[in-house]
């Protein structure tokens, strides 16, 4: 069965430093998908970042950075000069493909809870 | 905003009844996924709409059920609601044409069951 772990319940930090959520995950598949989303206190789940099991190649978008180990399998997601705005939960799932046709599943993790201290 | 919309946004049940909640996906998405999200914890997969039929489910009883529509807007149906079942319900669409295309959710429904 699949698994995704998020040990770090919650974490504050103060404006401008940096900050890293870990996320450890257990699958059997040879081939998944990883995702970060973010959940702002109006719950909408936002999409950060999608990375496939084959590209461990780590990714940079403005002040977030991924940096993805299939040797750890782990998937862990680090905000630069965090700002009072990044506050939210962030979760990491793996997917799990439903038939051979398309469509996943997500797992998630429970989330961390990141608060940003001005 | 994600173009994935949800109704209602808040719901008060008492334990018994039953429930109806509303998605309507993204333009252009053929796939519709549930996930029931309880309070400190991550979304759990309720079951996913695929053209129309379930392609995939949880581990949700029976009374949790779905629909989709030909325009691809889903319900979630839940019957008998017990206490438990009160959680933020996501919705969540996608294309199935592109695999493990990211899944747009929707602001969700908070169901309370009192």
């Known amino acids: 069965a699949q698994k995704v772990t998020q040990a770090q319940t919650e974490i504050s930090v103060v404006e401008k430093e940096d900050v890293t959520l870990d996320c450890v995950y257990e699958?059997?598949?040879?081939?998944?998908?990883l995702f970060w989303y973010k959940q702002p206190p109006s719950g909408e789940l936002v999409f950060l970042i999608r990375?496939?099991?084959?590209?461990?190649q780590n990714e940079i978008s403005g002040r977030y950075s991924w940096n993805f180990q299939k040797s750890t399998s782990s998937f862990n997601f680090t905000i630069t000069a965090s700002q009072v705005v990044d506050s939210a939960v962030y979760f990491c799932a793996l997917s799990e493909g439903l038939t051979n046709f398309g469509n996943e599943k997500l797992t998630f993790g429970t989330g961390t809870r990141l608060t940003i201290i001005p | 905003e994600t173009g994935v919309t949800q109704s209602p946004t808040h719901l008060i049940k008492t334990r018994g009844q039953q429930v109806t909640l509303r998605c309507s996906s993204q333009s252009g998405h053929n796939t519709v996924s549930w996930y029931q999200q309880a309070l400190g914890q991550g979304p759990q997969f309720i079951f996913q709409y695929y053209r129309e039929e379930e392609n995939g489910r949880g581990n949700f009883p029976p009374r949790f059920s779905g629909l989709q529509f030909p325009n691809y807007s889903s319900e979630l149906n839940v019957n008998a609601l017990e206490l438990d079942d009160s959680a933020l319900y996501l919705c969540a669409s996608s294309l199935a044409e592109r695999r493990a295309y990211e899944q747009y959710f929707g602001p969700g429904t908070r169901l309370t069951v009192t």
């Open positions: 699958t059997r598949d040879t081939t998944y998908y």
């Open positions: 990375r496939n099991s084959f590209d461990e």
